[in-house]
C-alpha cells in the first residue's frame, strides 16, 4: 500500500536532541533578550517541540553586565519581594538590582517569561547567564547564535 504516514511525532526525554548556545547580550535590550532565550530554552525554534518535554538547549548569557533598559526603567522599574512576615514587601529599583548583580536581573526577566510549574523549574536550569565573557562551558563547546535570527 503506498500511502503516506502524517503521524504526529512527539518528543521525549530519549529522542531529545539538546545543545549548547552561546547568547551574547551586549547592547540588546533586556525584554527583547529574554524572550528569545526563553524560546531557545523552552525549544519552540525546533521543528520537533513537545509542549510538556524539555525539549530546549542549553544556553548561555555572556555579557549581562553590558544589556540596556529602554526609557526611564533604570530608576522607574522595580522588583518586588516579600519576607514572609507582615509589612515584609522589600523593593528594589533595576538600577539597585543591576548594581548588586547584573546577571540576576537577566535570570528574572527570563524567568518570568518560562512556565510556572515544573517543566520552567527544569527549564531555567539550563540557563547560565554570566558577567563578561569568560564562561565555565568552554568543554561542551557551545555555538554562538545571532538573536536576530532566533524567531
Not at 533604570?74 to 533595576?94: C, E, F, M, V
Request: charged fraction near 25%.
Amino acid at each position: 500500500m503506498d500511502t503516506l504516514s502524517y503521524k504526529t511525532i512527539s518528543a521525549n526525554k530519549a529522542t531529545v536532541n539538546k545543545e549548547w548556545v552561546l547568547v551574547d547580550a551586549e547592547n540588546q535590550t533586556l525584554g527583547r533578550l529574554a524572550s528569545k532565550v526563553a524560546i531557545l530554552l523552552r525549544g519552540k525554534h525546533k521543528p520537533n517541540f513537545t509542549p510538556h518535554v524539555d525539549c530546549g538547549d542549553n544556553v548561555i548569557v555572556i555579557n549581562a553586565e553590558k544589556i540596556n533598559l529602554s526609557g526611564n526603567k533604570w530608576n522607574d522599574k522595580t522588583y518586588i519581594r516579600h519576607t514572609g512576615y507582615p509589612g515584609g514587601q522589600r523593593s528594589l529599583t533595576a538600577n539597585e538590582l543591576f548594581g548588586k548583580d547584573p546577571a540576576r536581573i537577566v535570570e528574572k526577566s527570563v524567568k518570568g517569561m518560562l512556565p510556572k510549574n515544573k517543566l520552567g523549574a527544569d527549564l531555567f536550569r539550563n540557563l547560565n547567564v554570566v558577567v563578561g565573557s569568560a564562561h565555565s562551558h568552554e568543554a561542551q563547546k557551545p555555538k554562538a547564535i545571532d538573536l536576530n535570527k532566533v524567531n
